[in-house]
């Protein structure tokens, strides 16, 4: 933290955890620009409250309003989606918080990485989407890739010291990432058919933004969690296990070939895994409170079951087949849960979208997703078949 700091994305659920983790240190790193989507009033209050050198509005036609309420208070104001990546790779900051929900957080994650700085990155649908370019981009700029998912987290901290980005050292035998199960995990599928996007957000142990909440819901964001630890340990998927753990306390384990099992733990707080990644290889107080291991009792594992959470399978299916299926995969999903949000798709329906609109691409034979232009063109492919798949008669609600 020997320069600024850039938070893609600092109205959000992630984006306030590292404002509030990085105010309570003693001396706090200089706030080089925070950045958010449509929320201008949200960004007005943290932009008059942390003074970065410059707040960035990704909608352009809010430019002008966010010029207007930040008169007098010093900092600079941008707009539009390009000011994102400008931000992100510019010489201001040394270390860029990627805490955008979706694919828009791409462009401006692959500038910071690109400028090979240290990259914290929450927003885990770009390593979806283009995992390998992401890390092939990190390789030869020397970016260090920081992993603030906290899954991914537990699993950096229980590799051996001194670990970072790419394949871990001999030795280990699997990853085992742990999942609550969400808010559903003891219903049927008939119940779930019948859930509102209400139910879907209420998440038993974490606060986080609509659209994790749901991929929670459907477990889809453990499946996305897989291929997102695929790339950031460029590890087999087939070494990649799932297991439930409702307490949310371990937070993932990795499991070495003599039969010892590392597991980091903690309270359900992702203030945890951002102070860890913003001081590694310090220490940094969170403000998070100290796990009482006497008050949580016991641990419960389960297996996951992909039979009532579909979203499980087609997750599995993706990274095991074309190099496109986790791009289409990501995609669809995106399109479905925004719909489901907005009450136009049943919850049910959200894994029956993303499996058409496989299927779909399996026919158009997509192969090749190794350059950006050919992801960015697959990723707009996939959002509008499956948008008119929700359009038509078939899942209308
Ligand atoms: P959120 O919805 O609370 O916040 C999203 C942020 O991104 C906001 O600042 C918003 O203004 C900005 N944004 C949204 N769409 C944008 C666009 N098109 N262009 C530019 N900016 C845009 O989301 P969140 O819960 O903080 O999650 C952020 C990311 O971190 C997601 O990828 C999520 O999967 C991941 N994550 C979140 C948590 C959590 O606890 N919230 C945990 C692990 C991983
Ligand atoms: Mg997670």
Same mark, same amino acid.
């Given at each position: 933290?020997?320069?600024? #700091?850039?938070?893609?994305?600092? %109205?959000?659920?992630?984006? !306030?955890?590292?404002?509030?983790?990085?105010?309570?240190?003693?001396? @706090? @790193?200089?706030?080089?620009?925070? %950045?958010?989507?449509?929320?201008?009033?949200?960004?007005?209050?943290? /932009?008059?409250?942390?003074?970065? !050198? *410059?707040?960035?509005?990704?909608? @352009?036609?809010?430019?002008?309003?966010?010029?207007?309420?930040?008169?007098?208070?010093?900092?600079?104001?941008?707009?539009?989606?390009?000011?994102?990546?400008?931000?992100?790779?510019?010489?201001?900051?040394?270390?860029?918080?990627?805490?955008?929900?979706?694919?828009?957080?791409?462009?401006?994650?692959?500038?910071?990485?690109?400028?090979?700085?240290?990259?914290?990155?929450? &927003?885990?649908? @770009?390593?979806?989407?283009?995992?390998?370019?992401?890390?092939?981009?990190? !390789?030869?700029?020397?970016?260090?890739?920081?992993?603030?998912?906290?899954?991914? &987290?537990?699993?950096?901290?229980?590799?051996?010291?001194?670990?970072?980005?790419?394949?871990?050292?001999?030795?280990?035998?699997?990853?085992?990432?742990?999942?609550?199960?969400?808010?559903?995990?003891?219903?049927?599928?008939?119940?779930?058919?019948?859930?509102?996007? /209400?139910?879907?957000? $209420?998440?038993?142990?974490?606060? +986080?933004?609509?659209?994790?909440?749901?991929?929670?819901?459907?477990?889809?964001?453990?499946?996305?969690?897989?291929?997102?630890?695929?790339?950031?340990?460029?590890?087999?998927?087939?070494?990649?296990?799932?297991?439930?753990?409702?307490?949310?306390? #371990?937070?993932?384990?990795?499991?070495?070939?003599?039969?010892?099992?590392?597991?980091? +733990?903690?309270?359900?707080?992702?203030?945890?895994?951002?102070?860890?990644?913003?001081?590694?290889?310090?220490?940094?107080?969170?403000?998070? /409170?100290?796990?009482?291991?006497?008050?949580?009792?016991?641990?419960?594992?389960? $297996?996951?079951?992909?039979?009532?959470?579909?979203?499980?399978?087609?997750?599995?299916?993706?990274?095991?087949?074309?190099?496109?299926?986790? %791009? =289409?995969?990501?995609?669809? &999903?995106? #399109?479905? =849960?925004?719909?489901?949000?907005?009450?136009?798709? $049943?919850?049910?329906?959200?894994?029956?979208?993303?499996?058409?609109?496989?299927?779909?691409?399996?026919?158009?034979?997509?192969?090749?997703?190794?350059?950006?232009? /050919? *992801?960015?063109?697959?990723? $707009?492919?996939?959002?509008?078949?499956?948008?008119? !798949?929700?359009?038509?008669?078939?899942?209308?609600?």
């Amino acid at each position: 933290m020997r320069k600024g #700091v850039v938070i893609l994305g600092a %109205t959000g659920s992630i984006g !306030r955890s590292a404002l509030e983790v990085m105010a309570g240190l003693e001396a @706090p @790193p200089p706030f080089e620009a925070l %950045t958010a989507y449509r929320d201008v009033d949200r960004l007005v209050a943290l /932009a008059w409250k942390h003074r970065p !050198r *410059v707040a960035v509005i990704a909608d @352009p036609a809010l430019g002008s309003a966010l010029a207007d309420a930040l008169r007098g208070s010093g900092v600079e104001v941008a707009a539009g989606v390009d000011a994102l990546a400008d931000v992100a790779g510019d010489t201001g900051s040394d270390t860029v918080i990627s805490a955008i929900v979706g694919a828009a957080g791409l462009l401006p994650t692959l500038a910071a990485v690109r400028a090979g700085k240290r990259v914290l990155i929450a &927003n885990k649908e @770009p390593l979806v989407m283009a995992g390998g370019i992401v890390m092939a981009a990190a !390789r030869a700029a020397g970016a260090e890739i920081l992993p603030v998912d906290s899954e991914h &987290n537990a699993i950096f901290q229980c590799l051996p010291a001194g670990y970072c980005c790419g394949q871990p050292p001999e030795g280990v035998d699997r990853l085992i990432l742990t999942a609550s199960g969400g808010p559903f995990r003891t219903w049927s599928r008939a119940e779930m058919a019948q859930a509102t996007p /209400a139910q879907a957000v $209420a998440h038993p142990n974490w606060d +986080m933004g609509a659209k994790i909440s749901v991929d929670s819901a459907t477990m889809m964001n453990k499946g996305l969690e897989v291929i997102e630890a695929h790339w950031l340990f460029a590890t087999p998927a087939e070494q990649i296990d799932i297991v439930v753990h409702p307490q949310s306390i #371990v937070h993932s384990l990795v499991a070495y070939r003599d039969g010892s099992f590392l597991a980091q +733990m903690g309270a359900p707080d992702m203030r945890i895994p951002i102070a860890n990644a913003l001081g590694h290889p310090d220490r940094l107080p969170s403000g998070a /409170a100290p796990l009482d291991l006497v008050r949580a009792g016991t641990l419960h594992f389960e $297996a996951a079951d992909a039979e009532r959470f579909p979203c499980l399978r087609l997750a599995r299916a993706a990274i095991d087949g074309t190099d496109a299926a986790p %791009t =289409v995969l990501n995609a669809a &999903n995106e #399109v479905a =849960v925004e719909a489901f949000l907005a009450e136009r798709l $049943a919850f049910d329906a959200i894994a029956a979208v993303i499996e058409a609109t496989l299927e779909g691409a399996g026919r158009l034979a997509v192969r090749d997703s190794a350059d950006l232009d /050919a *992801v960015i063109g697959l990723d $707009a492919w996939a959002r509008s078949f499956a948008s008119e !798949r929700i359009a038509g008669a078939e899942y209308t609600k």
